[in-house]
């Protein structure tokens, strides 16, 4: 899922893979290759799934090509620049600060349907 951009599949299944009855499989995981553990590890470093940092470094690794973002974190995102940044640009709160209330929250919204136009290259399997 990685490797297509897909992250919102991603994180679906690393949630389940993080459920209290998979972890419980300790035998199961014990058995696992080291390329397999490896690429777990991975996931569960880079998702979004605890801090966000690493999934938005990866997000914005390459702009230009086919991603499934997890909205979770772009909802989240498009909330705090609107919570966490003052509505006003002066101390009288005449002046609006548009900065906040339209250029950031559009780059992050426009960033991510940008992310969706390109189509995925993909080689299909005719026997499927």
């Known amino acids: 899922m990685i490797l297509l951009r897909n992250f919102l599949g991603a994180v679906c299944i690393m949630?389940?893979?993080?459920?209290?009855p998979?972890?419980?499989?300790?035998?199961?995981?014990?058995?696992?290759?080291?390329?397999?553990?490896?690429?777990?590890?991975?996931?569960?470093?880079?998702?979004?799934l605890?801090?966000?940092?690493?999934?938005?470094?990866?997000?914005?690794?390459?702009?230009?090509s086919t991603?499934?973002?997890?909205?979770?974190?772009?909802?989240?995102?498009?909330?705090?620049?609107?919570?966490?940044?003052?509505?006003?640009?002066?101390v009288e709160e005449t002046v609006v600060n548009w900065s906040k209330k339209f250029a950031k929250i559009c780059d992050r919204i426009f960033a991510t349907a940008e992310s969706l136009r390109n189509p995925y290259d993909v080689d299909v399997d005719p026997s499927m």
């Open 15 to 20: 949630g389940a893979l993080r459920s209290a």
């Open 22 to 48: 998979v972890q419980r499989m300790e035998k199961t995981f014990k058995t696992l290759s080291e390329p397999i553990k490896d690429a777990y590890q991975f996931c569960m470093e880079t998702l979004p």
């Open 50 to 64: 605890g801090s966000d940092t690493a999934y938005r470094k990866l997000l914005s690794s390459n702009r230009r």
């Open 67 to 90: 991603t499934v973002a997890y909205t979770g974190v772009l909802s989240k995102d498009v909330l705090f620049l609107g919570d966490g940044n003052p509505s006003f640009v002066n």
